[in-house]
Structure formats: C-alpha cells, structure tokens
C-alpha cells in the first residue's frame, strides 16, 4: 500500500488526544491499563468485511500493525483497483490502549473527546448507540474516510473502524455495525 494513503487511513489519533486535551480537564480518576489484542486482524474476518461494504470484491487477509506499540495496534485491509480519485479501498482497524494515550486523563475526559467529535466530525458525524461507553461516527469527504470510534472504559480501550472509498459515506451503517462485531471480540 502507498505509505500516503496508509497515513490517511489511520484513525485521527491525535484529534481525539486533542478533544481530550480540550473538553477533559485534569485526571481524577486515572485510566488503568489496558490488555490490547495479540491479533488485532481477528477482530473482523475478510468474509464479514467482504459482505458488509463489499460483495463482489475478494478482501483478503489483513496487514496487523505493531509500530504504534505500546500505545495501540492495527489491522489493514485493501482491495480492488487503485484509482486516482481515492487509491485502493480499504477498512482499518485500530485498538489503543487509552491509559498510554491520555495518560493522566480519566475516562469520563476520554469519554467526553469521543462525544465531542459530533460536533467536530463533519455535517454526518452522530453518537452511536449501543457500543462502548462512548461511540461517534464521523466522516471526512475530503479523505473518502468513513470511521466508526468507541471508548471501552472497562476495557481502557479505543476501537476504530475506518472505512476508505470515494462512497464511503453511504455504507455508515455498515461501517457501525463493523465496529459492533469489532466490539464484541475484544
């Protein structure tokens, strides 16, 4: 994968450090340490990913990601051709452990960045009810990103479901119920 679009899939780790930083205030109650996935490509299989955005496309296995070690991990997938408009398409799923990320933050401030992204995510940006303590979804036209995010209070982890193509938008509910199914095998 270009290293220009891989940079443009990852999540908006520091916008969200950044709403925290914001919106949070100091720590009164510490995050504590979170136990991130060995595999984070297991959280979702080609097949689901495949027939949620997908269908006539082969999605094959994901690409996991250690760089961002001990703050987080990730998983890539890519397919179909590469165009000039958005490069491949592509889903991205990203776990950081929050008590490395906003340390010194507690979870109440973490979970008051993720909300605060409704009102900095875009016209489509919306509260996703039902996962996490503290879920949003947003959308940037100008990348083709579609992302599904939840804070795990329980768990001190942030999960990502980025979703990358020019109609990316249109497969929000899909791209939700992806972070749904990411969700459950945390």
Partial sequence: MNP????????PMAG????VLRFGGPATDDVTAAALPKDPCALLKPAEIQSALDPKAN???GVPATG????????TYTWGPRT??????????????ASKAWQG????????????????GGPDASLIPGVGDAAVFT??????????EAYFKAKAVHLSVAF??????????????LLKQAAARL
């Avoid at 220009?4 to 999540?11: A, L, V």
């Avoid at 969200?16 to 709403?19: D, E, S, T, Y």
């Avoid at 961002?68 to 998983?75: Q, R």
């Fill in 4 to 11: 220009y679009w891989k940079f443009r899939m990852r999540p």
């Fill in 16 to 19: 969200l450090a950044i709403a």
């Fill in 59 to 61: 999605v094959g296995s």
């Fill in 68 to 75: 961002t070690l001990p703050l987080g991990v990730s998983c």
């Fill in 84 to 97: 000039n408009e958005w490069g491949q398409s592509s889903l991205g799923i990203t776990v950081i452990d």
């Fill in 105 to 120: 933050r507690s979870p109440e401030a973490i979970q008051r960045g993720v909300v605060s992204k409704t009102r900095t």
């Fill in 139 to 148: 959308f940037e036209a100008r990348l083709h990103n579609a992302t599904a």
């Fill in 164 to 177: 990358h193509r020019g109609d990316a938008l249109q497969h929000k509910e899909k791209v939700i119920a």
